[in-house]
């Protein structure tokens, strides 16, 4: 699967850097104990850090409001994944254990503060490319809304776009059926190639721990 950021992207945000892990012979399943106690805690220490914290002073979700304005989405409306993820925190509704890959994502994205997707590979078709989403693009997201894609951050494959750091579609979400996957961390602009590599690597060997198989990781900016 071949992987590329559009001329858009690159001209708006010249540091803009995507980690992506592809996965072969997975097992997903219940989360092991281990990971549902660590996301459980982690969750409880950010919600004693807004005590005293405002959610927009978090590093991550400062650079990606930034990010969400510089290709025209207003962030305040709009507002990336992982501070959707960390105000629910806020209010102390804690993230529900749904499978162990997507409570790995929702690990990393916390403590990364980056949004991070990943989806089932058997639901993607051809090369895919992360764009910014015209005015008649749309889909069906997990929370079963039509989300206008319009300004929005994108990846698209041969049959249209399917995830977003705003709120993915349901065309591809991750399932105990799933065999492949492939995961993308949407890097902070300010990390370095070799921080970004690091961090991508990280996740992708915590992954595997946990699902067995295979997995290759690139960055990409």
């Known amino acids: 699967m071949n992987f ?10 010249p540091s803009f850097k995507m980690g992506i892990i592809q996965y072969k012979n997975i097992e997903v399943g219940d989360s092991p104990q281990m990971l549902k106690g660590r996301l459980r805690l982690f969750q409880e220490s950010i919600y004693f850090d807004l005590e005293s914290k405002k959610v ?4 991550g979700v400062s650079e990606w409001r930034k990010l969400f304005k510089t290709f025209g989405t207003d ?6 994944s992982i501070e959707a993820l960390i105000r629910r925190i806020g209010k102390q509704t804690y993230l529900p254990s749904i499978n162990s890959a997507v409570d790995i994502n929702n690990f990393f ?41 319009e300004n929005k951050i994108i ?33 902070k602009p300010s990390l370095s ?29």
Do not use: W
Request: overall charge negative; glycine content about 6%; hydrophobic content about 30%.
């Open 56 to 59: 927009t002073e978090f590093e």
């Open 193 to 221: 190639e070799e921080q970004a590599y690091k961090l991508t690597k990280s996740l992708s060997d915590m992954f595997i721990q946990i699902h067995g198989g295979e997995a290759t990781y690139q960055v990409i900016s």
């Open 109 to 149: 994205s916390l403590q990364y503060e980056v949004p991070i997707g990943i989806y089932d590979s058997s639901n993607l078709e051809g090369p895919i490319e992360f764009t910014i989403g015209k005015k008649e693009e749309s889909y069906e997201a997990l929370n079963e809304r039509n989300i206008s894609l």
């Open 155 to 187: 990846s698209k494959d041969a049959l249209g776009a399917f995830g977003s750091p705003y709120v993915d579609s349901n065309r591809a979400y991750v399932t105990e059926k799933t065999t492949q996957a492939v995961q993308f961390i949407y890097l």
């Open 75 to 80: 962030p305040s409306k709009y507002r990336p």
């Open 4 to 13: 590329t950021l559009s001329p858009a992207i690159k001209q708006l945000c």
